[in-house]
């Protein structure tokens, strides 16, 4: 069983929509991150959270640690939020991550 | 100017061919990551270093090496390059103490 799973592989939403994107793992960790990589290939943080919930402009992650999962959200999606969102889970003490395999998402005009 | 730069950012080589990829960052973070991505796949870990004097195997590493000539700068090395090597690779670093990761813009690899 992979350690970490995302959650749809693949999602086409209408622009306007409000967008869940799933991350459930089965390890212990110390922080999770959320990734985008936009179809040229560049990828940039977004955010890493170790409890609760933290917003930035559309975009709101939140995580529950006993039940470890997580959960990224879009409100008013719109087409230049197309792109590939990665999970990755931090154990801490050696400072690698473990990435999920991904999100693809197309917003739709 | 990008803080994470790398070279190239495409090739093309033939198999057993030895390549370089080179990656500098002026974010001034010690620790840096080399990773490759594969459709289908996460980002698979090959080495990392967390100083100029270390070097560390990740769950990728057979086939590749690496360098840490500076703190600025790593380098992946493919000393017979094998067409299963053909993959997007990616340089990061990270900051202490919260490891949040900057990316360089990948090198597009195909091993023919």
């Known amino acids: 069983k992979n350690e970490v799973e995302q959650s749809p592989q693949n999602l086409t939403a209408q622009e306007g929509e409000f967008i869940t994107i799933n991350c459930s793992y089965s390890v212990g960790i110390s922080a999770l991150h959320w990734l985008q990589q936009h179809p040229g290939g560049g990828i940039v943080s977004l955010f890493m959270l170790s409890s609760g919930k933290k917003k930035h402009g559309r975009l709101i992650a939140t995580i529950n640690i006993q039940e470890k999962h997580s959960s990224l959200h879009i409100t008013a999606s719109h087409p230049r939020d197309s792109a590939v969102y990665i999970c990755a889970l931090d154990g801490g003490a050696t400072n690698k991550l473990i990435f999920g395999t991904g999100t693809l998402l197309a917003v739709q005009p | 100017d990008a803080d994470v730069t790398q070279t190239p950012r495409n090739r093309i080589t033939k198999t057993g061919k030895r390549i370089m990829l080179e990656c500098s960052q002026t974010?001034?973070?010690?620790?840096m990551y080399w990773y490759r991505q594969d459709p289908g796949l996460g980002l698979r870990l090959i080495y990392y270093s967390f100083d100029v004097k270390d070097i560390n195997k990740g769950e990728i590493s057979d086939g590749y090496s690496v360098s840490r000539q500076a703190q600025a700068k790593f380098s992946l090395s493919l000393e017979s390059a094998i067409p299963n090597q053909t993959a997007l690779y990616f340089c990061a670093t990270s900051d202490s103490p919260t490891n949040e990761q900057f990316f360089g813009p990948g090198t597009r690899l195909t091993v023919l």
């Open positions: 974010k001034g973070h010690d620790r």
